[in-house]
């Protein structure tokens, strides 16, 4: 699609080439935010005034901005970054020349975030940062005593960022410790390991150990049946994404509109995990749902705590998986619990985080969709945007309506 840069006093204003009104109403909601009329009357508006200049639709007030001098430094030697893009869509570099976004082959016009040089060298295309700040999350209790859900989000160097869900049972108290030490394991283990799949690895399994200790100072048998699932997701260098995670908790990326499930639920349900269960001398029990539990007790088969299972064949050692971020087709990065899943496919999740117009929203949006659906359990989502975030249209409000109707009962 072509696009030229005119002047227009001291504002830098989008004029459009030649284009099917149907793409050009598509550019022009994602530029210029909502569109409330016809996409040609608002453009020659936007053109014709003088008082409308570059904007930052879609921030949410209760996020914190970047500073808007760190946003507008190009080239910095500290920062490592190439240069801004802005939420027009445009990228300032260096030699003050406006290059659209879209010609690096990325899309999200609703967010500006500096490229990352040292990334962007290393891999032979334009790397995104992913700021902290533009990161959602969000947790609800729901209709259960105490939110045992814990999450994090974390920046453990430089260039690596750290995303965490912990979903505690039988108490707070595993997921507590997980929230307050996993970075610490992680921390350590890097001092021995580059590979992130091993790091996290050995910090589950030291979380895991840490925790029989830390608990066994309370000398009460109860406390020794606390657990959690961990999912933990470490982006570095923006591109390289590796999830580790135990239990029923989730991580999914959204690439090109379709859920791109990350993990896998460790149930008694799965063949290889039952037969562990049973190697090591525990069994497997169905409710009267249907669902299976470990010695009757647990409905999963991996978790860090539960050490009353320990000798059962529930074990701490997570699945890990490494992908690699394709910030022109990947929208976002979503942790969830089982509060969400129970209620929501991954591709609805998908979906419905693609209607909203920022991760803030999107993780809000989430959990709450979960206690409209019927979840009586602790619902947690984080929400991480990428390269496409808001590049994919969604088509969740066709089934909305009726998933609406179906949860009210009539």
Request: proline share 2%; hydrophobic share 35%; charged share 20%.
């Given at each position: 699609m072509e696009r030229q840069w005119a002047s227009h006093g001291a504002k830098q204003l989008p004029q459009l080439g030649h284009q099917s009104p149907q793409k050009q109403f598509r550019w022009e909601k994602n530029c210029r935010g909502k569109v409330m009329v016809s996409s040609s009357v608002l453009l020659n508006v936007l053109r014709r005034?003088?008082?409308?200049?570059?904007?930052?639709p879609f921030v949410n007030a209760r996020r914190s901005a970047e500073p808007a001098k760190a946003l507008e430094q190009v080239g910095g030697a500290t920062s490592g970054v190439m240069g801004v893009r802005r939420a027009s869509g445009s990228v300032c570099l260096d030699s003050d020349r406006l290059v659209t976004w879209d010609s690096f082959g990325i899309w999200d016009n609703r967010i500006e975030e500096p490229i990352l040089l040292p990334s962007s060298v290393r891999y032979g295309k334009p790397v995104p940062q992913v700021s902290l700040s533009r990161v959602g999350s969000a947790s609800v209790q729901g209709h259960r005593k105490q939110n045992e859900d814990r999450l994090r989000v974390a920046r453990i160097h430089d260039n690596l960022l750290y995303f965490a869900v912990f979903d505690g049972h039988g108490g707070p108290h595993a997921a507590d410790y997980c929230y307050t030490f996993m970075e610490k394991f992680i921390r350590d283990a890097l001092e021995e390991e580059d590979d992130l799949e091993k790091v996290l690895k050995k910090a589950f399994l030291d979380a895991d150990k840490s925790l029989h200790t830390h608990l066994s100072y309370f000398n009460a048998a109860s406390f020794l049946t606390a657990g959690t699932t961990a999912t933990v997701a470490m982006l570095r260098d923006g591109v390289e994404l590796v999830v580790g995670s135990v239990g029923d908790s989730r991580a999914m990326l959204c690439r090109k509109g379709g859920a791109k499930k990350l993990t896998t639920d460790h149930t008694p349900d799965l063949r290889d995990e039952r037969q562990r269960i049973y190697?090591?001398?525990?069994?497997?029990?169905?409710?009267?749902?249907?669902?299976?539990?470990?010695?009757?007790?647990?409905?999963?088969?991996?978790?860090?705590?539960?050490?009353?299972?320990?000798?059962?064949?529930?074990?701490?050692?997570?699945?890990?998986?490494?992908?690699?971020v394709r910030h022109a087709n990947d929208s976002f990065l979503a942790l969830t619990t089982d509060g969400i899943n129970f209620l929501l496919s991954d591709q609805e999740v998908c979906d419905v985080i693609n209607q909203c117009?920022?991760?803030?929203?999107?993780?809000?949006?989430?959990?709450?969709?979960?206690?409209?659906?019927?979840?009586?359990?602790?619902?947690?989502?984080?929400?991480?945007?990428?390269?496409?975030w808001g590049k994919q249209p969604s088509y969740a409000a066709a089934y909305s309506v009726s998933r609406n109707f179906l949860s009210s009962g009539s």
């Open positions: 005034s003088c008082s409308i200049g570059t904007t930052r190697r090591f001398g525990g069994y497997v029990a169905w409710d009267s749902t249907g669902q299976a539990n470990v010695n009757g007790r647990l409905a999963m088969t991996r978790s860090i705590g539960d050490f009353h299972l320990k000798n059962s064949g529930v074990i701490a050692e997570p699945d890990t998986r490494r992908v690699m117009q920022d991760a803030t929203e999107a993780a809000d949006v989430i959990t709450q969709q979960a206690l409209q659906y019927g979840s009586e359990d602790n619902a947690t989502a984080i929400v991480v945007p990428l390269g496409a």
